[in-house]
Every structure is written in C-alpha cells, then in structure tokens.
C-alpha cells in the first residue's frame, strides 16, 4: 500500500490570536498594515473577529479573540518557563520608504537594535497592542531567495 500524497498546502491560511483589546488591535492592524476588519461577532461576551490585509482584499489574514485579564508571555517568558509559544509571526511590505514613515508616525518600537539585514532581505521586529512579536520582513528585489547555507537566527 503507497502512502497517501501530502495534502497541497498554498499558504498559511490564517492565525488566530487572543488580544487584550479587539478594539485597539483591529484600529493598530489597519493603521500600521492596511487591514480590514471583514467579520465581527461576539463569543463568550467578548468580541472576536478576522483582519484581512489590503484593505479586505489580501491574502494575510489574522483570526482575533478579545480576551481581557490574561497574562502575555513573549518568547522569552516562555523559554525561561519551557514552556513552547509562538517566537513571532511576519507579514511581508513591499516599499521601505512608507513602512518607515509608519514607524516614524506611530512611534513604532523597532527591537534588537534595529533593522536585521539577512542575505536576501531585510526586517524589523516590532510588537503589536498584546505584545505579540512581528517580523516586518522587505525582501531584496520582492524576490523570496535562501542561501545555499543555513544561517541561523540570533533572535
């Protein structure tokens, strides 16, 4: 008996994360990267909805929970705890010039010193409202490429 083909996988269809504020989440999302609140509702009295990016119109889309009073734990709460968690999560921009004239408006924390410059592209590593880490990523020449040897990350 032959294994079964893998199952044809395009994309990563969506996160889903849990926010202090759904409000301010929604609001920070559409400011810093165009997103769009495109279904809303309520679970457990606490809104919830999905952000899609372009305006409504993109393929990134994130699935958020409202959930107040919980403790966030970033990559290194959790390493310290060993406890596993999401590291971060990136969207990819496509024009330098305006991402940094959003960083500059929303007065925008860039961590670990500031932009990484990797082999193929480059990234800012910033926080959202909750605290989740996001790895803003501008590939060099909008052309996804790897070297032909690992480089690990220090972050």
Not at 34 to 63: I, N, Y
Not at 106 to 116: A, K, L
Request: hydrophobic content about 40%; some cysteine; proline content about 5%.
């Amino acid at each position: 008996m032959s294994l079964p083909t893998p199952a044809r996988t395009t994309a990563i269809d969506h996160l889903n994360l849990t926010v202090n504020s759904f409000d301010e989440t929604a609001a920070w999302y559409e400011r810093v990267f165009g997103f769009s609140v495109v279904e809303k509702d309520m679970q457990d009295g606490e809104p919830w909805g999905v952000l899609r990016s372009e305006s409504g119109e993109g393929s990134a889309m994130l699935c958020v929970y409202q959930s107040p009073g919980r403790d966030f734990l970033d990559r290194f709460a959790l390493r310290d705890r060993k406890l596993h968690g999401l590291a971060h999560f990136a969207l990819r921009i496509h024009d330098e010039a305006e991402w940094l004239k959003i960083v500059g408006h929303e007065e925008i924390t860039v961590m670990y010193n500031g932009v990484i410059e990797w082999p193929h592209s480059k990234s800012w590593y910033i926080c959202d409202p909750t605290g989740y880490e996001i790895e803003v990523v501008l590939w060099h020449d909008e052309r996804v490429a790897f070297s032909p040897t690992k480089q690990a990350s220090p972050y």
